[in-house]
């Protein structure tokens, strides 16, 4: 799922389906019968502009007039898959991550995605992963374009590295959350997050991880979801500075190895996870 909800501004949930058969039956089933792409006219009409880059294929049926020059479809589109590439590549470097085959990610025009996805998400959706990356889209490459951009990427190169292992949510969305932060440059919850985190935990708020370990959060109601992708990020969080960012790298593999959290933990970290979960609810002051 992308996105974690703030505390400090208006709840909008993201919603992706990686890992969660029945959800990704279901958009899968959606897009299916869903038209066809057309490819090749601009503007936002249900016929796609594509381009192509190393590790991507990119469809775009944003709403821009022009083809060329600094506003014109095509930079939007180089653009893009700049961005998407630049991820790519630190996506390997900081969890080994490097999907074999080319994604696919298409760009919607913000009404055209609304009318085709609204009846899937119990919440507004700015972006999901159901087989390909679909994103609710701008004019320009704006930084909320390249959060969801890079965290559903994350979601998309865990299916490809293990199609038929479904991960918890909290793994999922928390792997998604730390690296969409760490590649905009964050290395830690902000002191905003931390404080709102710490007065959950303390108010026995705080959710067990076996609480997160459904296969998505779509099903929770905004404030729940809320925390619920707080949580998960501040854990995945927590393991970095624990045990290093290699640490991650390490988890990833042990887990997508091993086809078990429990076991990819206890290999990664020589602790169990209960161990790990007890230190960062005490660390938070939950009771």
Same mark, same amino acid.
């Given at each position: 799922?992308?996105?974690?909800?703030?505390?400090?501004?208006?709840?909008?949930?993201?919603?992706?389906?990686?890992?969660?058969?029945?959800?990704?039956?279901?958009?899968?089933?959606?897009?299916?019968?869903?038209?066809?792409?057309?490819?090749?006219?601009?503007?936002?009409?249900?016929?796609?502009?594509?381009?192509?880059?190393?590790?991507?294929?990119?469809?775009?049926?944003? #709403? !821009? #007039?022009?083809?060329?020059?600094?506003?014109?479809?095509?930079?939007?589109?180089?653009?893009? !898959?700049?961005?998407?590439?630049?991820?790519?590549? !630190?996506?390997?470097?900081?969890?080994?991550?490097?999907?074999?085959?080319?994604?696919?990610?298409?760009?919607?025009?913000?009404?055209?995605?609304?009318?085709?996805?609204?009846?899937?998400?119990? =919440?507004?959706?700015?972006?999901?992963?159901?087989?390909?990356?679909?994103?609710?889209?701008?004019?320009?490459?704006?930084?909320?374009?390249?959060?969801?951009?890079?965290?559903?990427?994350?979601?998309?190169?865990?299916?490809?590295?293990?199609?038929?292992?479904?991960?918890?949510?909290?793994?999922?969305?928390?792997?998604?959350?730390?690296?969409?932060?760490?590649?905009?440059?964050?290395?830690?919850?902000?002191?905003?997050?931390?404080?709102?985190?710490?007065?959950?935990?303390?108010?026995?708020?705080?959710?067990?991880?076996?609480?997160?370990?459904?296969?998505?959060?779509?099903?929770?109601?905004?404030?729940?979801?809320?925390?619920?992708?707080?949580?998960?990020?501040? =854990?995945?969080?927590?393991?970095?500075?624990?045990?290093?960012?290699?640490?991650?790298?390490?988890?990833?593999?042990?887990?997508?190895?091993?086809?078990?959290?429990?076991?990819?933990?206890?290999?990664?970290?020589?602790? #169990?996870?209960?161990?790990?979960?007890?230190? =960062?609810?005490?660390? !938070?002051?939950?009771?």
């Amino acid at each position: 799922m992308r996105s974690r909800p703030h505390f400090e501004i208006a709840i909008s949930i993201r919603i992706v389906a990686a890992g969660a058969a029945a959800t990704a039956l279901a958009l899968m089933a959606a897009l299916v019968a869903a038209p066809a792409f057309a490819i090749g006219d601009d503007g936002a009409d249900g016929r796609f502009e594509r381009r192509e880059s190393l590790h991507f294929t990119l469809y775009q049926d944003v #709403d !821009l #007039d022009e083809h060329s020059g600094l506003r014109g479809s095509r930079q939007f589109e180089q653009s893009v !898959l700049r961005e998407l590439e630049s991820a790519y590549d !630190l996506l390997g470097r900081l969890l080994d991550l490097r999907p074999q085959r080319k994604l696919s990610v298409s760009v919607w025009d913000p009404a055209l995605f609304d009318a085709r996805f609204a009846g899937l998400f119990r =919440f507004p959706a700015a972006g999901f992963y159901g087989g390909s990356i679909q994103i609710r889209g701008s004019d320009r490459v704006s930084e909320s374009l390249v959060r969801v951009l890079h965290h559903e990427l994350v979601h998309a190169a865990l299916d490809a590295a293990a199609p038929n292992l479904s991960l918890p949510a909290w793994l999922n969305e928390g792997l998604a959350e730390w690296f969409e932060a760490r590649s905009l440059g964050k290395r830690m919850l902000s002191g905003g997050e931390q404080s709102a985190l710490e007065r959950v935990a303390q108010s026995g708020g705080l959710a067990l991880l076996a609480e997160l370990s459904q296969p998505a959060f779509g099903g929770l109601s905004p404030e729940t979801a809320a925390i619920a992708y707080l949580e998960s990020y501040a =854990f995945v969080d927590f393991l970095a500075r624990s045990g290093g960012e290699r640490g991650l790298a390490e988890l990833c593999a042990a887990v997508l190895q091993s086809g078990g959290v429990e076991r990819g933990v206890r290999r990664a970290y020589r602790r #169990d996870l209960a161990q790990l979960e007890q230190t =960062f609810r005490r660390a !938070l002051g939950a009771p």
